[in-house]
């Protein structure tokens, strides 16, 4: 074969091992804090900030993300979400409280995903470029007036300390938003706060909590971990201004100027992480051809990913200062 095709070779192999070393050691440890403004409160009213916290997935001796999430209680945020996956280890509870430390003095609300109930496991790679990853994982039907299915058997090393991990939150006076509604009063906004159980895993019960967005308060605020269309639909239909949600992971793995591939749920690619708009039956139609009542949507990457498969290009880890402001 001719030198210089074994020299192309050569190279091409080259920038592959060096990309996948860059994906797996370099940008998975390349935290970012974005900062992101939202209209969506009323003309009268002052600007709230809000911390977005997702998908942490959190192993105790992970050193620099732990040291990396602490810092952000220097931010003084006004109100953290949480919108789930902490863990992604059986003994990972108290290293969440020491990194959330500071941020839990802080008025914060969270939902659970699939990794606050069940731990990670190996996966096939090639999963991520079909499409199993779209559909919702059934585990096993959510118990009524419980968090999924139940509580755990001690023996299950497949199950995680979910009970721990909602005691140590609400213990710490977050509120608890799984299938539930709650208020809370925030830099002298009245804010109404909506939540479900996973969709991914099909433990969403929206219906527990439908109903119309509350006329006394500023504004409405929709929380899910899994960005699931039924879920958006159904909150924006019935009046949030604002839905909040994680678990996309942004892709994970994107295409310099094209962006993710995946969603690992039905959100369209274009939704995949950051601000956009939603309303009922949105779909895949842009936020450009957005009705004036559509709601604002913010979906982040997160801050970590399935230890086994903890990979990322191109879509750096993050958390998200949003900033509500007045609608223009």
Known sequence: MDRR????????AGLAAAGAAYATWVEPRWFALRRVEVPCLPSRATSVRVLHLSDLHLVPRQRIKRAWVRRLADLRPDLVVDTGDNLAARDAVPALVDTLDGLLDVPGAFVLGSNDYFAPGLKNPLRYLDDSHDRPVRTGAATPGQHGPGPADPTDRGRLPTEELLEALTGR??????????????????????????????????????????????????????????????????????????????????VPGYGALVTNCELDTARASGLSRWWPGAGSTPSTEAPDDAAWLHVSAGLGGNPYTPFRFSCRPEATLLTLVPAR
Not at 5 to 12: D, M
């Open 5 to 12: 095709v074994w020299g192309a070779l050569g190279t091409g």
């Open 173 to 254: 006076g977050w509120v608890d938003l799984t299938n539930a509604r709650a208020r809370l009063e925030v830099a002298g906004l009245r804010l109404e706060l909506v939540g479900v159980d996973d969709p991914h895993l099909e433990y969403d019960d929206y219906g527990v909590v439908a109903g119309p967005a509350a006329d006394d308060v500023d504004l409405t605020i929709g929380v899910t971990h899994a960005p699931y269309r039924r879920v958006l639909d159904a909150m924006s239909r019935d009046g949030a201004g604002l839905l909040i949600a994680g678990h996309t992971h942004g892709g994970q793995l994107q």
